[in-house]
């Protein structure tokens, strides 16, 4: 079964793979995925410092960025996954924990998503086009 948030696509009430997952949130916000990878010169123990602080004063997740997943491997690799309004916003979300410590992440990649669903009629629409027809 695919799984989307978490839950299977029956479970999302849909019917089949394609509509499994609108990329939009529940008041319409685009979702953006971010991966990244923590810096392992950085105590654990400050890390926690850190999150637990960010959290739990609500400096993150920040006014209008809501997380749907945050996720982590064994490896201190992870990804999380927001819902915001604007490219903008999440940017500030991801910078939040870089003005805590500074080198808190290695890496971190972030990419807006797009549902299947959403996406398919525009590759079809580009797929004629190309082929001239």
Known sequence: MTTVGGRGCAGAGATDV???GR?????GDMLFLVEWK???NISS???LRVIRRLTSTGIFPASGV???RWDVT???RGITILEAASAED???A???WRAAIPGFFKRTRTSPLVAVADIVPYEEALAQAVKGG
């Open 66 to 68: 809501t997380v749907v």
């Open 74 to 76: 064994p490896d201190a």
């Open 38 to 40: 923590l810096n392992e």
């Open 18 to 20: 394609l509509s499994c």
């Open 90 to 92: 999440v940017v500030l």
């Open 45 to 47: 123990e400050e890390r």
């Open 94 to 96: 991801v910078d939040t």
């Open 23 to 27: 990329a939009r949130g529940k008041w």
